[in-house]
């Protein structure tokens, strides 16, 4: 009963159903009279920048990853018109944004310098010297004046 009320992300990770907005409103595009009776297109909204579901860590990534999805108040807005009927495009909401939200949840690794080998190093100054050669011979011929 307690997952209906929250939205699973993964063991660890959960944000409660009253944190996300939901409103209906018609869709666009075909469908016929379907269209113009049902408000079947899902607009979620969730504030970002306010919620306490996320470790601060993670919700700084999600706000740098998905920065151009949210608003200038903090709030990310994600609508979903796939299918007809308004169940199905709450749930590819709810989709879209566990799998969101689980792009961010590891930290990314940390890059770790490293050098070219002595062979890499070789290989490509050869590559170069083969690439100039082949671009002399191209040239016309020095005159000696």
Avoid: Y
Avoid at 53 to 62: E, G, K, T, V, Y
Avoid at 75 to 89: A, I, K, V
Avoid at 125 to 137: D, N, Q, V
Wanted: aromatic share 4%.
């Amino acid at each position: 009963m307690a997952n209906k009320q929250m939205l699973v992300i993964n063991e660890r990770l959960s944000i409660p159903r009253d944190e996300l907005e939901l409103t209906f409103v018609r869709s666009s595009g075909p469908g016929g009279q379907n269209v113009n009776k049902i408000n079947s297109k899902v607009t979620l909204r969730w504030c970002v920048a306010g919620t306490p579901s996320l470790p601060a860590d993670i919700r700084q990534r999600f706000q740098a990853r998905f920065a151009r999805r949210i608003t200038t108040r903090g709030d990310l807005l994600l609508s979903s018109q796939r299918f007809r009927d308004q169940g199905r495009n709450v749930a590819d909401c709810l989709d879209k944004l566990r799998a969101m939200v689980l792009q961010v949840v590891t930290p990314p690794k940390p890059r770790r310098a490293s050098r070219p080998t002595k062979a890499a190093r070789e290989r490509r100054l050869r590559t170069k010297h083969f690439r100039s050669a082949s671009k002399e011979l191209r040239r016309e011929p020095r005159r000696e004046a």
